[in-house]
């Protein structure tokens, strides 16, 4: 168990319709990265957040956006979900915003199967 | 020049036999350069790890073994069990400004016959 928590585990939607992933980090990190894995395009960053900001970004969709919290829980939401969007959504977390030795530890993710 | 390269897409070996896994990369900037393993259902779990000033680091069974100058890394796994049967994926670290990021190889299945 990595203590990185997210939710849900599986989610089955509509194309359209829009979902919200959580995701609770480490205790005392507070750093939060997401990533997609699907099978044509593997593990794909999206974006990180440190204590509340942005600190860098993938190749996010304009449809998609997340948000870290003063609590340092994060959510992404994926809206207009398209077939394409299907895929398995996984968090991480680190001590610090930076890497260079700092670990990154990684959640259990949440599979989106859009239909 | 952010793209990993990840060599071979699958991998069987026998019980007791060394897994071999190779990485290329091009962009200099990166700076960190970590293996996460992944079993079916799980998150990838941090592995192994090494920075471009040191050409080998040994933890237990797992070797990465690391080329600046040809802009290679490659993961060893020696004495291979059944239990190895992962998924293992390189990676390599840009720092950004204010952050940094992750790329990722596209993985290797490695089955490992009893």
């Known amino acids: 168990d990595s203590g990185v928590t997210q939710t849900p585990k599986h989610l089955i939607t509509a194309t359209g319709q829009r979902v919200t992933l959580r995701c609770s980090p480490r205790s005392g990190d507070l750093s939060v990265y997401w990533y997609q894995q699907s099978l044509d395009q593997g593990l794909q960053f999206l974006i990180q957040y440190y204590n509340g900001e942005e600190r860098a970004k993938g190749n996010i969709l304009e449809r998609f956006s997340a948000q870290q919290f003063p609590d340092l829980h994060s959510e992404l939401n994926l809206s207009s979900l398209e077939l394409g969007d299907s895929a398995l959504y996984f968090c991480a977390s680190s001590v610090v915003a930076g890497f260079s030795g700092n670990t990154i530890y990684f959640g259990e993710g949440s599979w989106l199967t859009v239909v | 020049q952010q793209q990993v390269k990840q060599s071979p897409q699958s991998l069987i070996v026998q019980k007791g036999g060394i897994s071999i896994i190779n990485c290329a990369y091009e962009?200099?900037?990166?700076?960190?350069f970590p293996w996460y393993q992944q079993f079916p259902g799980k998150g990838p779990a941090l592995l192994i790890a090494?920075?471009?000033?040191?050409s080998e680091k040994k933890e237990g069974r797992f070797t990465i073994s690391f080329n600046k100058s040809a802009k290679q890394f490659s993961l060893h796994i020696m004495d291979s069990q059944p239990g190895d049967s992962a998924t293992y994926f390189c990676a390599a670290n840009r720092p950004e400004t204010s952050g940094s990021r992750l790329t990722f190889g596209e993985g290797t299945q490695l089955t490992v016959n009893p």
């Open positions: 962009n200099t900037a990166f700076d960190y």
């Open positions: 090494i920075r471009p000033d040191v």
